[in-house]
């Protein structure tokens, strides 16, 4: 069992800069795919950005060259630097995990937090 909290958002200025972040429980945390998704107000829910347990990473090209992600193993911590930040980037920001094969992201995500704002104004 794998327990997610997010941490981080908030509001700011269009061009601004936020950083979140996923603090996950369970020692077996920093082997598996780590994910990061959003929905918007009257929006479906969208992949933002992943990483597998050997820091590979995929993006969404909605936020490519924008958004980092990045993974601390040693505290079992998942990192999304948001810089450049559009109002359409507001949404409530979730981070997820699975243990996918061998902590390759290629399932969907068993594990889900439960959310922090991020609200960007123009």
């Known amino acids: 069992q794998v327990q997610l909290v997010e941490s981080g958002g908030g509001s700011v200025q269009a061009g601004g800069s936020l950083r979140l972040s996923c603090a996950a429980s369970g020692s077996t945390a920093n082997t598996y795919c780590l994910g990061w998704f959003r929905q918007g107000p009257g929006k479906k829910r969208e992949g933002v950005a992943a990483?597998?347990?050997?820091?590979?990473?995929t993006y969404a090209n909605s936020v490519k060259g924008r958004f980092t992600v990045s993974r601390d193993n040693a505290r079992n911590t998942l990192i999304l630097q948001m810089d450049s930040l559009k109002p359409e980037d507001t949404a409530m920001y979730y981070c997820?995990?699975?243990?996918?094969?061998?902590?390759?992201?290629?399932?969907?995500?068993?594990?889900w937090g439960q959310g922090t704002q991020v609200t960007v104004s123009s």
């Open positions: 997820a995990a699975d243990p996918g094969i061998g902590g390759s992201c290629v399932a969907g995500f068993s594990y």
């Open positions: 990483i597998d347990s050997d820091g590979r990473t």
